[in-house]
């Protein structure tokens, strides 16, 4: 019988100093030593094939316990990263995260405002859904009808992570998801945290909040997005205005509209709140392309539907009074008091 005893000390070194794919490679690959020696098994005297075979089975043995415990490591390993993709802070443990009671603090004025959306949309019979505040190419782009290469990309300057993923730029990369959650009638709003590579002053910032509405039933039309927009409008602003609809553009919407309202501080007559022109500018909006229905498997043809995504910041600023949108975020303990 061929001496093992060799083969048999350098198995069990081994085992402590290479890693996974080392083993694999030098015993189980074609030109492996374990290989070899299963192939050697024929040549073998009959009366001492039992014995050698058995030999060589525990080597294996003990290689291929090593490659899966290596395997079951890496997949624990994976299991526990973080989901880049998550929602707000679902990542942290239960336990660790911090309780707005526990810090006597207080909820954050885009949050009481995201909330009072949320009361008036649930009352007239939208769901509310998060946004994911890291998405991918084809729910930011493709599913929105804007194809690779297509030049309205270039109206998103928003950031990108080293392995391709997207900070959204719009709260409309949920609509793809929300459009394919269930048949139509879709009624769906969806507050997000948007990005834009974006040089801040009083009126612009990177990082801002966003509140995405879609609307698909059979027969829906303009009236109807017009309809709902200002019921919500009313109901949040309390008061009432008159309302402008002007043309816009947005690959994922035909017709496109910009959503203006008759400023409710000066009544038409200018003041510093609407640049003195007297009209407010809020939201673009339009009526759901075909080809985003088509998208998500909704004939066209049958359906028809509305989407709209105004400014979480802006219309906080508006009802409450603030100059400067970089208050909302710059952490002074005096604003955040105040407000
Ligand atoms: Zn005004």
């Not at 070899?36 to 291929?64: C, H, M």
């Not at 998550?86 to 810090?103: E, V």
């Amino acid at each position: 019988m061929p001496n093992l005893s060799k083969l048999e000390t350098q198995v069990h070194k081994d085992l402590k100093s290479l890693n996974a794919q080392e083993l694999k490679k030098r015993y189980l690959s074609k030109e492996g030593l374990l290989t070899k020696e299963f192939a050697n098994i024929k040549n073998v005297p009959t009366n001492q094939k039992s014995k050698f075979g058995k030999r060589i089975n525990k080597l294996k043995s003990l290689v291929d316990e090593k490659l899966n415990n290596s395997k079951t490591e890496t997949k624990i390993k994976k299991s526990s990263r973080i989901d880049p993709t998550a929602p707000f802070d679902c990542n942290t443990q239960t336990d660790k995260r911090p309780h707005i009671l526990d810090l006597q603090g207080s909820s954050h004025i885009l949050m009481q405002e995201v909330n009072r959306f949320n009361e008036i949309f649930t009352s007239m019979g939208f769901d509310i859904v998060e946004c994911r505040q890291v998405d991918d190419d084809y729910h930011m782009f493709e599913s929105l009808n804007f194809p690779k290469g297509h030049p309205a990309r270039d109206m998103f300057d928003t950031f990108w992570t080293e392995d391709g993923f997207v900070l959204p730029a719009h709260t409309s990369t949920m609509q793809n998801r929300i459009l394919k959650s269930k048949n139509p009638p879709i009624r769906t709003v969806i507050p997000g945290r948007v990005y834009r590579n974006e040089a801040t002053d009083a009126g612009h910032e990177h990082t801002l909040y966003q509140c995405e509405g879609v609307y698909v039933d059979k027969n829906v039309s303009v009236a109807n997005m017009i309809a709902t927009i200002k019921e919500f409008l009313e109901a949040y602003l309390e008061s009432k205005f008159d309302i402008k609809i002007q043309p816009a553009y947005f690959p994922f919407t035909e017709p496109d509209c910009e959503f203006a309202i008759s400023c409710p501080f000066c009544n038409k007559k200018g003041c510093s709140t609407c640049g003195y022109t007297g009209w407010i500018e809020l939201m673009g909006c339009g009526m759901i392309h075909p080809n985003v229905l088509k998208s998500a498997n909704i004939d066209p043809d049958k359906y028809s539907g509305f989407a709209w995504g105004f400014g979480v910041d802006r219309l906080t600023m508006i009802k409450n009074n603030i100059p400067e949108i970089r208050h909302l975020r710059a952490g002074s303990i005096k604003f955040l008091r105040d407000y």
